[in-house]
């Protein structure tokens, strides 16, 4: 079985900057893909961004990047230029077959 | 286009009863996936159906847990003999399977249940 480990379980960032939310996962699987989900208090899951095992450049979606760096089993989500809007709980998220196994979450509250 | 719908959106209920819930994926996903979350967790994998069959069934749904997907289109999530344990966010996903690893899985809303 998949391990996610998110290690924050929550994070204060000031508006317009940066935030990293870090993800490890363990997996023995050589092809693998790697999701971010955003969940705000209204419980809806919503989908950022996808990397692929076998993806040589880093996925990029808008604000969202994600840095993977497949050797230490790191795929970390990068939110750029933040928003009030973006106050939620960010989920990372691997997929093994058809199945996805998500990590315990972290709570980013974005500051004026 | 429509994303994912659940109904309802919150059910309480009294230990012992029986509720079901009701999912309506994208149209033209053939896959459909349940999870349940708890307070704090992320979603934990129940079953899923490819069109009409179901193809997988976690450890976690027990004998008092049954969903259907008739004609491979909505999908429904009964539980019997309602425990507090139940009490959760029960939420629908549905894809359309390429054989990539990109099939994204699209959530709905989610159904939230309250046992007494």
């Given amino acids: 079985a998949q391990k996610i480990t998110q290690t924050q379980p929550g994070m204060f960032v000031q508006e317009k900057e940066a935030v990293t939310l870090d993800c490890t996962y363990d997996t023995s699987d050589p092809s693998y893909g790697l999701f971010w989900y955003k969940q705000p208090s209204s419980g809806e899951m919503i989908f950022l961004i996808y990397q692929g095992s076998y993806d040589q450049q880093n996925a990029t979606e808008g604000r969202y990047s994600l840095n993977f760096q497949k050797a230490r089993k790191s795929a970390n989500l990068v939110i750029s230029a933040s928003q009030l809007g973006d106050s939620a709980m960010y989920f990372c998220a691997t997929r093994e077959d058809y199945k996805l196994s998500f990590g315990a979450g972290t709570t980013v509250t974005v500051r004026a | ?116």
């Fill in chain 2, 1 to 116: 286009d429509t994303g994912v719908s659940q109904d309802p959106r919150h059910k309480i209920t009294k230990r012992g009863q029986n509720v079901t819930f009701r999912c309506d994926p994208i149209s033209e996903h053939n896959r459909l996936y349940w999870y349940r979350q708890t307070l704090g967790q992320g979603p934990e994998f129940l079953t899923y159906f490819q069109n009409e069959a179901q193809l997988e069934k976690s450890r976690l749904l027990s004998d008092r847990f049954s969903a259907e997907r008739p004609k491979g289109s909505f999908s429904t999530l009964e539980i019997q003999r309602t425990e507090q344990g139940d009490s959760a966010m029960y939420l629908c996903a549905s894809s359309h399977v390429t054989g990539a690893l990109t099939d994204t899985q699209y959530f709905g809303p989610g159904t939230r249940l309250t046992v007494l």
